[in-house]
């Protein structure tokens, strides 16, 4: 299935999961130990961002180790954010002409 | 509370995307500020671009013409038709950008207002591009220095990831 790269990094447990590996690569029962859901859940959060590719596994030894893929961070960040930064721009200029609107009519 | 209210999805190798915002607002309001021209013009661009509404007629069939400044004293805008326009409901249209030296093929863009209760209205707009090429160079115009940018919190988590990343 194809994921969204905006909606698997919209989730607040999935955005600190990206800042724990930020730093260091991690196993995931190390990942698992920051949270307080079950391990279950916190492996469903990183299966998603495996697929957005936000995410890459290796293995060393017999423990696998979580990195994230500064490259698809990079890619999120640049390519998407200034054309959507234009529509948040454009949308707050709207909130004001709607606050005006409404403060009119009452 | 987060300042990014604004969602674009756009998954890679399609030709669509779709802009997600929800306004602290009544259905009516939101829709009259996409429908009149007076309204539009206060918002769409940023007032120093000096947006001018040369036609807008918002009924199914009418046409549009919009025109700003854009770098370098070149005049930028859009035309296009209202295929069908439903009061408080949605807007399907066409668009096709003008001041380029080629000519564009027009997109298709359908804008649905939706009631989502306490006095809020969450607003969709799908645009549907002739390729998937388009589209993203459609976005990547998105760049163009005309637009003061805003930093959310999620735009300096980013920033924070890769200053620690890329080396």
Request: with cysteine.
């Given at each position: 299935m194809r994921r969204d790269v905006f909606q698997a990094i919209a989730d607040p447990t999935r955005?600190?999961?990206?800042?724990?590996?930020?730093?260091?690569?991690?196993?995931?029962?190390?990942?698992?130990?920051?949270?307080?859901?079950t391990r279950?859940?916190?492996?469903?959060?990183?299966?998603?961002?495996?697929?957005?590719?936000?995410?890459?596994q290796e293995q060393t030894g017999r423990e696998i180790f979580y990195h994230l893929n500064p490259k698809k961070m990079k890619e999120v960040a640049d390519w998407l954010e200034p054309f959507r930064q234009l529509w948040e721009a454009r949308f707050n200029?709207?909130?004001?002409?709607?606050?005006?609107?409404?403060?009119k009519k009452s | 509370m987060s300042t990014t209210k604004t969602q674009l999805i756009a998954e890679e190798g399609k030709h669509d995307y779709s802009i997600i915002r929800e306004f602290a607002a009544p259905t009516e309001l939101v829709f009259a500020a996409f429908t009149e021209p007076a309204l539009l013009a206060q918002w769409f661009m940023p007032q120093h671009l000096n947006l001018q509404v040369n036609k807008m007629d918002c009924q199914t069939g009418g046409a549009y013409h919009l025109t700003y400044q854009g770098p370098d004293s070149n005049r930028f805008g859009f035309r296009g038709i209202y295929h069908e326009v439903v009061e408080n409901n949605y807007i399907i249209k066409t668009s096709e950008f003008e001041g380029l030296p080629q000519k564009l093929d027009p997109i298709l863009e359908k804008t649905v207002f939706e009631d989502i209760g306490a006095g809020k209205c969450k607003?969709?707009?799908h645009t549907i591009c002739p390729s998937v090429?388009?589209?993203?160079?459609m976005i990547a115009a998105g760049m163009e220095p005309t637009l003061t940018s805003t930093h959310s919190q999620l735009d300096k988590l980013l920033i924070t990831l890769i200053n620690k990343t890329v080396k």
């Amino acid at each position: 299935m194809r994921r969204d790269v905006f909606q698997a990094i919209a989730d607040p447990t999935r955005r600190a999961i990206l800042l724990l590996i930020a730093t260091q690569a991690m196993t995931p029962n190390a990942l698992a130990e920051h949270f307080d859901s079950t391990r279950q859940a916190v492996s469903k959060h990183i299966k998603i961002l495996t697929e957005c590719q936000l995410v890459k596994q290796e293995q060393t030894g017999r423990e696998i180790f979580y990195h994230l893929n500064p490259k698809k961070m990079k890619e999120v960040a640049d390519w998407l954010e200034p054309f959507r930064q234009l529509w948040e721009a454009r949308f707050n200029q709207l909130d004001n002409v709607l606050k005006t609107l409404k403060s009119k009519k009452s | 509370m987060s300042t990014t209210k604004t969602q674009l999805i756009a998954e890679e190798g399609k030709h669509d995307y779709s802009i997600i915002r929800e306004f602290a607002a009544p259905t009516e309001l939101v829709f009259a500020a996409f429908t009149e021209p007076a309204l539009l013009a206060q918002w769409f661009m940023p007032q120093h671009l000096n947006l001018q509404v040369n036609k807008m007629d918002c009924q199914t069939g009418g046409a549009y013409h919009l025109t700003y400044q854009g770098p370098d004293s070149n005049r930028f805008g859009f035309r296009g038709i209202y295929h069908e326009v439903v009061e408080n409901n949605y807007i399907i249209k066409t668009s096709e950008f003008e001041g380029l030296p080629q000519k564009l093929d027009p997109i298709l863009e359908k804008t649905v207002f939706e009631d989502i209760g306490a006095g809020k209205c969450k607003v969709t707009i799908h645009t549907i591009c002739p390729s998937v090429t388009y589209r993203d160079n459609m976005i990547a115009a998105g760049m163009e220095p005309t637009l003061t940018s805003t930093h959310s919190q999620l735009d300096k988590l980013l920033i924070t990831l890769i200053n620690k990343t890329v080396k």
